[in-house]
Each structure stands twice: as C-alpha cells, then as structure tokens.
C-alpha cells in the first residue's frame, strides 16, 4: 500500500519506528519528514500527507504529534480526508470499519511505540464495511 508519513518535532521519532516498520511489511512509505528535533509547525506535515492522500498519491496518510490532535484537525481540513486520532486498538479498527478513515493521526506523547504499532497494524487490516456505513460517509463528504 501506498502511505504518506509525516510529523512535527513531538512525532518524528515514534514515526520513524512506524515508517520502518511499515517498510519492513513491504508497504511504500513516502515519507515527508519532519525528521530532526528542531521546532516545526504540525499544520505544514498535517497538509502535505492530506494532499498526498486527496490527490491520489497515496492511499493512506500516517501523521504523528504530540497527541495527534492537531494533526487530525488539519488534515480533516481537507475534503475527502477522514482523520482519525485514536489512542486504542478497538476505536482504530471501528474508524476503518464504518468511518473509511484514510489517515492516522497518533499522539507520540499518549501512546507508547507498542501501542502504536497495534493500532497501526490494527488500523492498515481492518477493512471498509461500506453497506449501510458507506450512504453514511457519502454524507459527511456533502
Ligand atoms: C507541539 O508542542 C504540540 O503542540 C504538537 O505536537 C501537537 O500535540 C499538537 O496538536
């Protein structure tokens, strides 16, 4: 699968775990930084993975801050994402079964490298249900 990664000053290192890991399972991971300690602006990698993902240049976005908060709210700016802040295993696999959500935002000072990888795994293999939740997503798009 193709997945655009990104993150702020609070998130890069816990998105370098999970861009590794993602590469090692074989997924392409364009990864568009931040990747060093100085101090950057979340919206600017919130945007960029949401454009990569509205675009077409990627099926999923992985974006990490402090809490993923911000992340999230600046990628759901964008018509068509649907950004997810999960901090458990049960509400990452919902957000894919009856939300479509497309990008994952994750709080590198919530969760642990563990639990991150779960819910990123979790979240990558649960599919859409699409049924009666796909009129449901079509209307938060209208
Ligand atoms: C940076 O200090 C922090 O505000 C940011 O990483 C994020 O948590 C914002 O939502």
Redesign the pocket.
Known sequence: MKIAAGA????YELKDVLVKLLRDQGHEVEDLGTNAAGSVD?PDYGHAVAERVTSGAAERGLLV???????AISANRHKGVRAVNPSDVFTAKMSRNHNDANVLAL?A?VVGVGLASEILNSWLAAPFEGGRHQNRVAKIER
């Open positions: 702020d000053h609070a998130g979340y801050c402090g809490t993923g908060v911000g992340m709080g000072r």
